[in-house]
Each structure stands twice: as C-alpha cells, then as structure tokens.
C-alpha cells in the first residue's frame, strides 16, 4: 500500500514537474517570439526584408519589421525590402539600388519575380524606391512619386524614423490590396492632398529628404477655419467636411466638428501631416452611403472594403464626427479575407444599427457595404 502510495506521489509530482515546464516554456517563447524569429532569420536567410548598414532601425524594431514585410509577403507574394546605407561610395543612388536588387535576389522568391526596394542614404540623404517589373498596376507613377517627394519627407527630419517607415509600409500594404482586389490608383487623391504644389516622377524615382512636418509644428486652427469645422446640418456634409480637416493638416482637434470625447481623445495623441495623409490615401474618392437613425448615423463604403465604417452623432447645434466611438468597434485582421472586424457590443450604436451588421465566416461586417473578400495565398 506504501508503494503505491509512493507510485501516486511520484505520478503527481512528474505532472506538476510537465505543467510547470510547460507554462515555463510557453511564457518564455511568447515573451521572446520577435527574439527567436530574429535569429531564424538571420541563421537561414529565409525572411530578411531589413538591410540596416546605418543603423536607421532600433535593434529591437527589426524583428517587428521582418515580421510585418513577411506577412506582406505570404499575403499577396509581393516582396518588400527596406535597406539603409551610409554613403553609395562612387555610384549614384540608383546604380546602389539596382545592385542591391540583384544581390539580395529581391523578389526572387514570389512565384512572379515582384519585388520593391526602398533604399536610403542617410550621408546624401537621398532616397529611392525601385519598383520591380509587373508591379506597375500595384505602384502607378503617381503614387510612387507622392511617396518620394511629399510624404516621406514628413518624417524623414524627424528623431523617430523608425515609426515613419511603419507608417510607409502601412500605406503600400494597403495599396497592395486594393492592387489585389482589382481597385486602381485613384490619382484624385494626390491632387486634393497636394492641392497647389507639382507633381511629377514616375516609378523608380528618388529625391533628397528635407525637414518638413507641418503638422509637428502644432499649427492653430485660425478663428475664421474654427467656425468653418463646426456642426454641420447633414452627416454628409460634416464627413466632408472632416476630410478638408486632414488635408490641410492643422493637427488642432478642438473644433466643433467633433465630438467633446472626440476633442479630448485626440488631442493627447501623437499625430503627423504622414499619418492624415495616411487616411486620406484610404477614404478619399470613395462611395460610400449614411445610415441615418433619429440622432445617430452610420457611414460605410460600398465600393472599398478595406476601410472601416464611421459614426456621427447629432447635437443641439448639429452633426459631429464620433471618432471616440470607433475606437475598439473596428479591429483590424491580418492574413483573412478580411482587414476589418466589427467588434461593438452593448454601446447605442451597435443597438441602433444591430440589423446593418451581419456575419460572413466568423467576421462580424456592415451589410450592404462592400464585402469582397481578399484571395488567401497557399
């Protein structure tokens, strides 16, 4: 009886002894999964998209960057790289590029050959996007030089580059898979961005980087803008009117025009004239209809399912812009059909519209708006 006894401690004591390996083993890899991917690539070589000679990237932002430009790649066979360089030495910037093209095989693993390069001199300061055959759909000539000459030089005189360029990469991902979805370049957006200033360049451009971020300068609105962004009679209006607001990139969120959570929430973030370019890029031009009940609307687009829907409130003196509302209602997906998931729950607007939402294979998405779904490689 003392044995078996013994034979049961023993018994427990080697579960325990598996539970807490285990439980050991699955915190230690989940707290260092960026460090392990890190070294798996590095060792095969298999999904190195970073190429850091200067030291542009923080050490611990590289796993991150790799990770990001490989779920690119498995998602659309499109293979991105960002390299940094001190100095092109005795060739110019774009002899470095269509070098380092060839020696790092740069789009030699897609089933199509496609591949990007973004390659930056931080001596010249010069910087260049060499576009790869096949790809002239994905990256027409006017999106390629509003990425060279006007966006990228907000955040190239900045001290943070490093989210600079995630933001970058966000904008070709997002490009890539309205490129997928068969949408084309809408060149209308880059007009209403610039407005007055010139563009021109094709794709495979470059150009020297200064140090413009108008919106890091915390710009005031002026009195006569600040009664121009108030409530507005219709959503429509205070939509459009919310779309002006980014363009002419005065990051000062105390307007009439939102919401007082909106105007508190907004006003503690971190914002650049990149990242409301950013919006532009995706909302711009696009259809979309406005559900209107009683003193809450719902807006959706119909001819892009990329982008996530908004709220609008009605006050005593009008409609506002809810953006407070939408943060947590649209959780963005990586690697499905879809880029966004409904996710609201008890709030009033998923009360008020609970019959605009439906489920298309476990995605919670806003019927009638635009569902098409992404093709899922492999």
């Known amino acids: 009886m003392n044995d078996g006894r013994s034979r049961f401690l ?8 598996v539970i807490l390996v285990s439980v050991t083993y699955y915190g230690y ?29 923080p050490a611990a932002d590289r796993p991150k960057f790799d990770q990001y430009l490989d779920w690119i790649f498995k998602e659309s066979d499109i293979d991105l790289h960002l390299a940094f360089v001190k100095g092109t030495g005795s060739k110019t910037i774009e002899e470095l590029a269509l070098e380092k093209v060839q020696k790092l095989n740069i789009g030699g693993k897609s089933k199509e050959e496609r591949g ?3 390659l930056y001199d931080t001596q010249t300061r010069r910087f260049r996007i060499e576009v790869g055959y096949g790809l002239e759909e994905y990256f027409p000539d006017a999106f390629v030089s509003y990425l060279i000459h006007f966006h990228t030089r907000h955040y190239f005189g900045t001290n943070d580059l490093s989210l600079g360029f995630r933001l970058l990469l966000r904008i070709m991902q997002h490009r890539i898979r309205q490129a997928i979805l068969g949408d084309a370049f809408d060149p209308r957006v880059v007009e209403f961005i610039n407005k007055d200033r010139y563009l021109s360049g094709g794709a495979g451009v470059s150009a ?48 009439e025009l939102f919401t007082n959570n909106t105007q508190g929430y ?27 009940r009683d003193e809450l609307a719902l807006l959706y687009f119909t001819n892009d399912p990329l982008v996530t ?44 519209f609970a019959d605009k939402f439906v489920n298309i294979r476990n995605y919670i998405r806003i019927k009638y708006g635009d569902n098409r779904m992404l093709p899922i490689r492999g």
């Open 116 to 118: 990007v390069l973004m």
């Open 10 to 17: 023993n018994v427990r004591v080697v579960v325990l002894i």
């Open 208 to 255: 020297v980087m200064d140090n413009e971020d108008r919106l890091q300068r915390n710009e005031k609105l002026t009195a006569e803008e600040r009664r121009y962004f108030k409530h507005q009679g219709s959503p429509e209006e205070a939509y459009l009117r919310y779309l002006e607001w980014l363009q002419l990139g005065k990051f000062d969120t105390h307007i």
């Open 29 to 57: 890899t989940k707290k260092f999964k960026g460090y392990f991917y890190s070294l798996k690539c590095e060792k095969f070589n298999s999904c190195l998209h970073i190429h850091d000679e200067a030291g542009v990237i």
């Open 309 to 352: 829907p908004h709220f609008l409130v009605k006050g005593k003196n009008g409609w506002q812009m809810d953006i407070m509302a939408e943060i947590g209602k649209s959780i963005n997906r990586v690697g499905g059909v879809f880029t966004w998931d409904y996710r609201g729950t008890n709030d009033k607007y998923t009360k008020r």
């Open 266 to 292: 907004m006003s503690n973030l971190q914002m650049s004239k990149a990242y409301f370019e950013y919006i532009l890029l995706q909302e711009y031009g696009r259809e979309f209809k406005i559900d209107v």
